[in-house]
């Protein structure tokens, strides 16, 4: 604010902006975009425009309306960017598993529409209830056997038996969870609140060997009980995706924690020991591995094999799926064949879930994957910002490790569709189909959120002091 007094300006302090109007233009277009690309679907399905369409528009635009007049009002300097973003990635989920469903005698989309509205109502009690997220740092160890709970109730449940050779579900009756999406950011706390106590230990007490700085063997206690989990997780649920999020998830924390490329090593090491052992005793490592390899080692023979969980002679679909994967990203091309007009239907049953990345590949191609690719890097960065805008160290850690969770979960997934590494079994986030996955994505949206109010907060006004005169800029 200024104000004119003829030849002189005189400057008064200005409150910082909070781009909440910009949020909210950003958001129309994270509703449009999926609106046009649903229309898009059933014009090419139907030759029509989906009767549904104007429903669905305005289904996505109360729930993102809603979630930003909650930021508005509990969290009025968060980052205008996340939530635009994180409604475009829903949105374009939901439209993809609107085209899927002309494929699959299973209508998926209503029901992906109203895990999406959980996962917002998630993010509503989040803005509402979480005032400050220093407060999380207060369940540091509570957090770690909340998350060890979670991630091993899946054996203690007698219908949670094997799903296509993974043991990652509850089911009770119709209803399904998968508690290892909910333990990744549990896990974050814990890992962001024993790293802020821990991390000088961990980053001045240490041995040189070879000409780095290894961490003593007291310290090296963390690190190991986390490699022991990951690799407990990998032999009693076979949950590859899981082991490996885990594990890389504390090596980046403890890195940027500690600063040492020793721990980067130390990590390397062990993450590779274990995927030795466990590869090598473990038949469903194997015949993933396998599949990375030679994915067409079985194309002319029939489609059976080996897989834990498929009985003799049903078709293998992790073989298939892997071969027709390479295919969809062959046949899209740059452009892809347009939305509706690919063949999904070939991945078979993973193709709403592991494999929904597919049919972007072929109906979008090259040029769409990148477009999605941006969208996610710019989620994450926007995460990696907010830890160095943050003020707190707690704060800095906990962004770091949930924007890294998304990271290593995109290329955990897009690797393993790709055939850069073995596939792992996990869900795309926002996009594939899963309640778990989406209502735990919107979690770790809303608490980024809260620590980009925080550091992008205005410091408070200083108290006024009656001896000191005020000091006034004047511009000239």
């Not at 924007?403 to 795309?428: E, K, R």
């Not at 899963?434 to 109010?453: E, H, P, Y």
């Amino acid at each position: 604010m200024s104000t004119n007094t003829g030849a002189t300006h005189t400057i008064t302090p200005q409150g910082a902006p909070n781009r909440r109007n910009t949020e909210l233009f950003m958001l129309g277009f994270a509703v449009l975009v999926p609106v046009f690309a649903y229309a898009n679907v059933g014009m090419a399905e139907t030759g029509t425009v989906p009767p549904g369409m104007l429903t669905y528009g305005a289904g996505l635009g109360a729930l993102a309306v809603v979630a930003h007049l909650m930021v508005r009002r509990y969290a009025p300097y968060a980052d205008p960017l996340m939530l635009p973003l994180a409604t475009l990635l829903n949105g374009l989920g939901l439209v993809l598993i609107y085209r899927l469903d002309y494929d699959d005698s299973t209508a998926s989309a209503p029901s992906q529409l109203m895990y999406s509205a959980l996962g917002v109502a998630l993010f509503l009690g989040v803005m509402l209830l979480l005032r400050d997220h220093r407060l999380l740092q207060r369940f540091t160890y509570i957090s770690m056997v909340v998350a060890l709970l979670l991630l091993i109730s899946p054996l203690f449940f007698p219908r949670s038996e094997l799903d296509f050779g993974a043991r990652i579900w509850i089911r009770i009756g119709s209803f399904s969870i998968q508690p290892g999406e909910f333990a990744k950011i549990i896990i974050c706390i814990f890992f962001a609140g024993y790293l802020m106590v821990r991390r000088d230990a961990l980053a001045l007490a240490s041995r040189r060997f070879l000409g780095m700085y290894f961490p003593r063997g007291r310290d090296l206690g963390p690190i190991f009980l986390v490699w022991v989990l990951s690799l407990m997780i990998l032999v009693f649920e076979t949950d590859l995706g899981s082991s490996l999020l885990f594990f890389g998830l504390f090596v980046v924390m403890l890195y940027v924690a500690t600063e040492r490329t020793s721990w980067i090593v130390v990590g390397l090491l062990l993450s590779a020991a274990g995927a030795f052992v466990v590869g090598s005793i473990e038949p469903h490592v194997q015949s993933r591995v396998e599949d990375w390899l030679n994915p067409f080692h079985d194309w002319d023979n029939d489609v059976t094999g080996p897989t834990p969980g498929v009985p003799d002679g049903e078709p293998d679909h992790l073989v298939g799926q892997a071969m027709q994967a390479l295919y969809s990203f062959g046949t899209g091309g740059v452009l892809g064949t347009g939305l509706g007009q690919g063949h999904p239907e070939l991945i078979d049953f993973a193709m709403k879930s592991d494999f929904i990345l597919t049919t972007v590949g072929e109906e979008l191609g090259v040029a769409g994957m990148m477009a999605l690719f941006l969208i996610y890097a710019l989620l994450i960065e926007r995460g990696l910002r907010t830890a160095i805008a943050a003020r707190d160290p707690f704060g800095k850690l906990l962004a770091v490790g949930l924007s890294s969770v998304m990271a290593l979960q995109v290329f955990v997934v897009a690797g393993g569709v790709m055939g850069l590494i073995p596939l792992t079994g996990m869900t795309l986030p926002f996009l594939a189909q899963g309640g778990s996955s989406v209502v735990t994505n919107w979690a770790l949206v809303a608490i980024l959120m809260k620590i980009s109010d925080n550091a992008r907060r205005p410091a408070p006004a200083p108290a006024p002091n009656p001896d000191v005169e005020e000091t006034q800029v004047v511009r000239l």
